[in-house]
């Protein structure tokens, strides 16, 4: 009789979980709700924002006094990002804000780094190719040596599998005499040969020290990073780009965001605000003029225009409806009480993902409790014997409901009055 209930019970869990993980699914798969965030751009010629609100087919570009401008005209104020339509009709500025414009120069200070949550929450390697980062070639050359840092530096050949361990003792001295304590937390880089040079890794520490690690003519470089007082590297990205201006973009555990300047190790903080590295998508989006930093927190956009010195020029901030504000989204809060997802936007990892939007659920599973309650009396089925169904309905909803269904563990009475199945 008790594994009969426990095996009950797992079975109700399991069909509750898998109602939860599906339900909500086919919902907004039959519903979808699609939003578009405006995208921003900053003019050199107006010295204002430009936004580009809608989707590509249907989109419209206004500056900040509601004036309207087409695609072409919009290309042609800021010629920074849209110098290859600029050049093929011959329209392209040879000066724009005392600023020379050449396409090479144009090429090399346009790039994009992001940082996402499911790139922080994510495995990390076991094992990080040691590239040479000064090689007698003209192009890098991908190593047989390959490495992790635990309780000591350890390199292994990949070809036989062995241990180096002369090269893992010079690299683990190195370490020691800067003051590097084993093993390693994270490591940051970019493990392949395809760029234009290689500035090994950044490396924390045991103790939340940061360094920088790499092999320079087949001998260990160490550097240690100082950080500003209480700041804890989170997740590094590594830009090793012609433009050479920085080593890379960090976040910290206080959600900060820092550039490292390329040879001086100094590091600049830029004022970000509204960031969560667990949740938010950032991106640095940078031209020969300016950066932009754009923060995304689902229907929520916030937009920092820098510039080449990194102040702050302007602000922007704007949403759209979330779909949990559409009528699909209320009706959803109403009939599910909870989500269950086997994999989230902000991991790498699969693990069960529980959401739960308000309470309104609540009013709903009195009423399902409710109906079932009257069912049970109208069939005649015993209550008291029928009070565990009850309380999952009460508390699961649609997906106790089906559970129930599913199961059918209630009881008929006799004619005395006695319960039986």
Not at 342 to 356: A, D, E, G, K, R
Request: charge should be positive; proline fraction near 5%.
């Amino acid at each position: 009789m008790k594994k009969t209930l426990i095996l009950k019970l797992l079975l109700t869990i399991v069909i509750i979980a898998m109602a939860s993980i599906y339900l909500p699914e086919f919902y907004w798969k039959t519903f979808p709700h699609r939003y578009y965030l405006p995208r921003v751009a900053y003019s050199p010629i107006l010295n204002d924002l430009l936004i580009t609100k809608g989707d590509f087919k249907k989109a419209r570009i206004l500056d900040l006094n509601g004036n309207s401008y087409s695609s072409k005209e919009y290309e042609a104020l800021v010629p920074q990002t849209a110098f290859a339509q600029l050049v093929f009709i011959g329209q392209l500025p040879d000066t724009v804000n005392g600023v020379h414009f050449t396409v090479p120069e144009l090429r090399k200070n346009l790039f994009r780094i992001n940082f996402e949550p499911a790139e922080i929450d994510a495995i990390q390697f076991l094992m990080y190719p040691l590239i040479e980062s000064k090689p007698n070639r003209a192009s890098l050359s991908f190593p047989h040596e390959f490495f992790c840092i635990k309780r000591e530096f350890q390199v292994v050949d990949s070809r036989t599998n062995l241990v180096l361990d002369n090269m893992s003792s010079r690299y683990s001295l190195a370490l020691i005499d800067r003051g590097f304590k084993f093993p390693a937390k994270e490591m940051f880089g970019n493990p392949t040969t395809r760029k234009p040079f290689d500035e090994g890794y950044f490396v924390i520490d045991n103790e939340d020290k940061f360094y920088h690690i790499k092999r320079i003519e087949d001998e260990p470089f160490v550097r240690k990073i100082n950080l500003p007082d209480g700041v804890k590297v989170v997740h590094m990205v590594v830009a090793e780009r012609d433009l050479r201006e920085f080593y890379g973009f960090f976040v910290t555990e206080d959600n900060r965001l820092f550039m490292i300047e390329n040879n001086t190790y100094n590091l600049v903080e830029l004022p970000i605000s509204d960031y969560n590295y667990k949740t938010s998508l950032l991106s640095i989006n940078a031209d020969i003029l300016y950066r932009r930093v754009i923060i995304i927190n689902d229907n929520k956009i916030s937009v920092l225009i820098l510039d080449r010195n990194y102040k702050v020029i302007t602000t922007f901030k704007d949403s759209v409806t979330h779909k949990d504000e559409t009528t699909v989204g209320q009706v959803a809060s109403f009939i599910f009480p909870f989500t269950l997802q086997f994999t989230s936007v902000n991991s790498q990892y699969i693990n069960l993902y529980p959401s739960i939007n308000g309470f309104n659920f609540i009013i709903v599973n009195i009423i399902l409790s409710g109906l079932f309650l009257l069912f049970l009396i109208i069939r005649k089925f015993d209550i008291k014997s029928s009070i565990l169904p009850i309380a999952i309905i009460l508390v699961t909803g649609i997906y106790g409901v089906i559970a129930v269904s599913v199961l059918r563990d209630f009881k008929k009475k006799n004619s005395t009055g006695v319960s039986n199945e």
